[in-house]
């Protein structure tokens, strides 16, 4: 059996006293981890070490969010709008860009980035001559983050690009948090879903601009009562737009065609 090692003092590291997570000597933190680690670590007035938790998420969303800066810059300079579609997995979003694609797509030009964990289903789902795609395969990561989304644009040809779709990992929690550089964000909740999941999952819901009730054909036969779904993304986000539709049947499609139509973007 090994004899224990024994810890020298240079050896020596401090223990985050909730997650356990080690701060070497000489380990460079960004500047505001640094200063949260410094203030946890820092004694307390009984002289034991003060108990704060550390938030490990800031320097990772800093990153993101100067990439995501930096692609809104681009779409902003290329005269291009980038809605960010985000839901649960099944949802609708592949089949609605598949119509959009389809109706609206032939007037004005789009392209569009789409991400899965696995496969290029979506994206070949998506292909049509007049219309870039690129698909990103996250291998495991259960969103698209800003440097995915600029390294996926920087494969299309985006001349005359007006639109840019991007459909996101189908995750209703993690794509909350990643800001892809888009200006709409648009949320969509499927009636198989459940009308309570506003509720359960207020901060996808409260960051959408747009918020899409899809698959409605089918919300009698299950039970779906729209109208308290209307009540329950009404109380999380009571600024959002909310269209109802049907990839479908067509029902609500025009409105949602209409609201691309008005985000009117310029080349
Ligand atoms: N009844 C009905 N089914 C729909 C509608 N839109 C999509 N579906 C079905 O729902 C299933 C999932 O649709 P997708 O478009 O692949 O959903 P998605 O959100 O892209 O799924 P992920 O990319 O895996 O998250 C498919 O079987 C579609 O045919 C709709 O408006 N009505
Ligand atoms: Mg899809």
Redesign the pocket.
Known sequence: MNPTPEITPADECQIHPLSGAAARPGRLLSAPLAAEVSATLAAGPDGGAAVRAVDLRVPLLEKNDILAERNRGYFLGRGLVALNLV??????????LERTLDEFGRQTKCAVVVG?LETDN?GLRLRRAHAPVAQITTGGTCHLDASMVARGVESLDLEGVKILFI?N??NLVCPASFDLGEQVRVV?LSCTEGEDKPLKYPPIFKSANLVLL??V??ADALGFKRDVAVENIRRIAPTARLIQ?????GEGVAEWLDYLRSLNPQR
């Open positions: 839901s649960s997995p099944g949802s609708g979003k592949t089949t609605l899965d979506d459909e990992v189908g969509l899809t698959k054909d089918i539709l049907s990839s479908r049947s």
